[in-house]
């Protein structure tokens, strides 16, 4: 993290402490007076922000049916339709909602504050949107000037290089998240556990000696190889 960006009112998580971050995030979507706005997972390409932002929506809507989570890859967005809506965030969401039944639910819970939007890429927007998109989600942020003033959530993902961008736009509404690398031992265990449900279905038995000893040299194999 850029070294202007390391201070006391930066709050900086890692992802590898995942469930318990998780539920905390759950606590804060059902308490309104504890949420930030802005959930902001950044890292090198790659590292799997796409997987983890929606792997974080599906387990929302389990633990929380009563939200209505809207998922927008940003580096598809539309320029004109982009800049008709951006006075009204909400007119602009709902273009990415084709059932009709759908959009009245989405304007019914989006002024309840029970939605979830996981706005992936920021980093891949065109240049010529970057400022409307901005705009959009300050609206989204309640206390912000020409807020919509409504609590709903917005979890956002991005490369290193939009960062202090991104600060500089959320720093007193935002959360951010980066991924820890796994060590060597995680490793091995997400390859055992893997093999385990697989050799599980398949209706074999390899001990887990065995398990680990094909773990360590499939990991050897690949550091040596890099």
Request: hydrophobic share 35%; net charge positive.
């Amino acid at each position: 993290v850029p070294r202007n960006l390391q201070e006391k009112n930066v709050r900086y998580f890692l992802l590898n402490n995942y469930p318990f971050q998780f539920q905390n995030l759950i606590e804060q979507l059902q308490n309104y007076g504890k949420r930030k706005r802005v959930i902001l997972i950044h890292d090198i390409a790659g590292m799997g922000k796409t997987t983890e932002i929606t792997h974080m929506g599906l387990e929302i809507k389990k633990a929380l049916p009563e939200f209505y989570i809207l998922r927008i890859e940003l580096g598809r967005i539309d320029y004109i339709d982009i800049n008709n809506c951006k006075k009204d965030p909400k007119k602009y969401l709902i273009l990415f909602i084709k059932n009709p039944f759908d959009c009245k639910l989405f304007e019914k819970l989006f002024k309840k504050g029970r939605v979830v939007l996981l706005l992936d890429g920021f980093d891949e927007i065109p240049r010529k949107c970057v400022e409307v998109i901005t705009e959009i989600i300050r609206k989204l942020i309640p206390g912000n000037k020409n807020s919509v003033n409504v609590n709903n959530q917005v979890i956002l993902t991005s490369r290193f290089n939009c960062l202090e961008f991104l600060m500089e736009n959320y720093r007193n509404e935002s959360y951010i998240y980066r991924f820890e690398p796994l060590s060597v031992e995680q490793q091995k265990q997400i390859l055992i556990n893997h093999w385990s449900k697989h050799c599980k279905k398949l209706k074999k038995t390899i001990s887990q000696e065995a398990l680990k000893r094909i773990a360590s040299t499939m990991i050897e194999k690949w550091q040596s190889s890099i």
